[in-house]
């Protein structure tokens, strides 16, 4: 089983397109085809379910992308030990939700493109179950996500922070600095983020369990929006203390607290432990918790 054609397997899972991964390789499409069939015939499984002209990777190909990630990890980790460069270089590939992306992340990425000229970086958002599936499939190296502690062998967390959910409004709003019930909440317009958020399903779970409606006449996935919107007293929110800590110092913006709900969750840098950790990535996980801990 020759490790090229792991790679290619890789590029082919990562992109699911034979052709962009070809493409990404400087192969022939052909040659792409042909590696990925002989890995097919010397396995003597099929690795996609195919219909068509669309496929999709199935369970023996899933297992063997595990194989595939580790083995070509291993590979690059050999080939920069041997060679001793610790030179930040290639591809940096983060996969991060909307809101960290806005607020912890223009800072990170603004000393690490100066400290690292040689690595390109590219940024995926999703919810954290879209980009733990990117990170699972190998199509990204790093997941910062905002969420319930992650508890998996195969992840490794590279830096962790505690943050607390704050419910949000206008300074003048009759709310602004107290303490009210959830009853009291959820009669007013909420601004929520779209369903798929993690804090989001919370509130609503804790409202299920208190036998209360839920009601929101303004959905937005953006939370610089939300934030907004919030500040020109159009309803409630609900966001992480991350994203509002300058609304709040600058006065534009106040929390109140809700006496059957307080929540707080962890921003999580994360990678698989089959991953070699590479001096691109090494460095940003060393910017990140500098950032991290600046921005408290």
Known sequence: M?????QTFSKVCETMSFSRAAEELGYAQSTVTAQVAQLEEELGVPLFDRSGKRFRLNAKGEELLAYANRLTALADEARASVSDDRTPRGLLRLGTIDSLGTALLPAVLREYLLACP???VQVLTGSTREILEMLRQGRIDLMLTLDEKLHDPDLVCAWER???ILFLCAPGH???GKEISLAQAVEENLLLTEQRCNYRGALERTCTTECLPLRSSLEVGNTSMILEYTKQ?????L????IAQEALKEGSLATFSVREFQLTMSIQLVYRQSKWC???METFVDNLKKEGEKSR
């Open 174 to 176: 009759p709310f602004a």
């Open 2 to 6: 020759e490790l090229r054609n792991l």
């Open 118 to 120: 040689q690595v390109r």
């Open 162 to 164: 505690e943050e607390d």
């Open 239 to 242: 966001l992480p203390r991350l």
């Open 278 to 280: 590479s001096p691109a």
């Open 233 to 237: 007293n159009m309803g409630l929110s």
